[in-house]
């Protein structure tokens, strides 16, 4: 079954550096996403991403974050600066052409920043 | 106000019990919803799509109503298994795609 894979599993910085977070959506997927979720909070919304740009993002997704799709497979997350509480696990998810409301989350990637 | 809220429990109910969950939600425009599950440390898998007309997937029955802008979920004769968090979705498409996630409902399924 076609999976969404995030790397690295778990990702430890230092506060002020900048960590790309990475993600190969469903290969023939249009949508694509970036949640955030601090632990023991919800899922947090931060981007969506279709035809080469971004679609919708949320009041979290300031001039700190950006992603990009930097060739046909891959989807990245770059936090630039990071703080302590922008330490949680961070979830890639894509979605089809057919039914662009069902969407298939990655494992994830936990940031830990230090 | 929230997009989204639920009652974040917990619940804990022994083995073959039915439980119910609530949630509502703010935004008259959303325009799909869902029920994912989330198990602890791990991402959210979809449950199942909630429509007006309600749906069922063997135990587990799921009940929108518009009018009132709430969501429900049955899960009857619960097993070990079922126990996870259990988060409510809202979805919007304006401009982009948005998922609205509530804070999640945590079930424990007792022997």
């Known amino acids: 079954e076609p999976e969404v894979t995030q790397t690295p599993s778990h990702q430890v910085t230092q506060m002020g550096q900048e960590v ?50 930097p060739d046909g497979s891959n989807f990245t997350l770059k936090i630039r600066s990071t ?21 298939y989350f990655g494992a994830g990637t936990r940031l830990s920043v230090l | 106000r929230k997009e989204v809220e639920q009652d974040p429990g917990p619940f804990n109910v022994p083995e073959g019990a039915t439980v119910a969950f609530n949630c ?8 799909s919803f869902f029920w994912y599950r989330q198990d602890c440390r791990k991402e959210p898998k979809l ?28 899960i009857r004769d619960s097993k070990l298994s079922d126990s996870a968090t259990y988060l409510c979705v809202a979805y919007k498409s304006n401009t982009g795609n948005q998922f609205y996630f509530g804070t999640g409902t945590s079930l424990t399924v007792i022997p």
């Open chain 2, 24 to 31: 509502t939600y703010s935004n008259s425009a959303s325009q």
């Open chain 2, 47 to 74: 449950l199942m799509s909630v429509y007006s007309s309600g749906n069922e997937d063997g135990r587990f029955t799921a009940q929108l109503n518009r009018a009132s802008q709430y969501i429900s979920l049955l």
């Open chain 1, 83 to 103: 703080k302590l509480e922008d330490s949680a696990m961070y979830f890639c998810a894509s979605g089809g052409v057919l039914a662009k409301n069902i969407q």
């Open chain 1, 20 to 69: 790309i977070l990475r993600c190969v959506p469903i290969s023939n997927h249009l949508y694509f996403y970036w949640y955030r979720q601090i632990l023991g909070q919800k899922v947090e919304f931060l981007v969506s991403f279709y035809n080469n740009e971004i679609s919708e993002k949320s009041e979290i997704f300031d001039d700190q974050f950006s992603v990009e799709r």
